[in-house]
């Protein structure tokens, strides 16, 4: 399978396709304090989402009155409401098409300089402030339209995002696993390196079957 790409790097050449570099790392910003803004070891935004998750859980169990079926109801619901989001964000925004010089730029620093150089494992996750900044305005959405649900609601929402990341690190790190679990190391393969218009799902293929992206 011919490999796709809507992916290009910020300059010249800018609508053309670039091949995945195995080595290296690109600066995105001039400023150093920006550019280190960027990067994160894997390990911080996960143990933030995870504490973040802990500590709504923590709150409305002594704080709401909100009975363990609804709290843990809403737990689950949240997420696999993260595996929906992850997809739609993934194919819609992150791979949305560079027809201006504002997009390219965009999907670039947000999104393609991962595809360009898939092994920095500085940039396999968001940078915290900024996913934890969204998330709270999530989280304040959630809780307007369904009050004390949203406490159970985003986290399970913040544990499947941090889920989604420890996942999405192992498959660009270490080696496929010899258990089923290995459709994840090769749908994702097959996103980087042969069609980035298909296996837009990383924790799960489930949102790639039901809208006909499951790779063949």
Do not use: C
Not at 54 to 66: C, D, E, I
Not at 114 to 138: G, N
Request: hydrophobic share 45%; proline share 6%.
């Amino acid at each position: 399978m011919k490999r796709t790409s809507t992916f290009s790097a910020p300059d010249e050449n800018r609508y053309k396709p670039f091949t995945p570099k195995h080595t290296g790392k690109r600066q995105l910003f001039q400023n150093p304090y920006l550019e280190r803004l960027t990067r994160t070891h894997i390990l911080v935004p996960i143990s933030v989402f995870f504490i973040f998750a802990s500590f709504l859980l923590y709150y409305v169990a002594v704080y709401k009155s909100l009975s363990f079926l609804l709290l843990a109801g809403s737990f689950v619901v949240g997420m696999f409401a993260f595996t929906l989001i992850e997809y739609l964000v993934h194919r819609y925004v992150f791979h949305l098409f560079p027809d201006t010089p504002e997009k390219a730029d965009f999907q670039y620093k947000f999104h393609g300089v991962h595809h360009e150089y898939p092994k920095d494992k500085d940039r396999l996750a968001m940078p915290p402030i900024l996913s934890a900044l969204i998330i709270s305005l999530f989280f304040g959405l959630y809780y307007l339209i369904m009050g004390n649900l949203a406490y159970g609601f985003t986290a399970g929402f913040a544990i499947g995002y941090a889920s989604y990341l420890g996942v999405h690190y192992m498959v660009h790190a270490f080696q496929p696993p010899k258990n089923f679990f290995k459709i994840l190391w090769i749908n994702h393969g097959i996103h980087h390196y042969k069609n980035d218009d298909v296996a837009f799902g990383v924790s799960s293929p489930l949102w790639d079957w039901v809208f006909g992206t499951l790779p063949k």
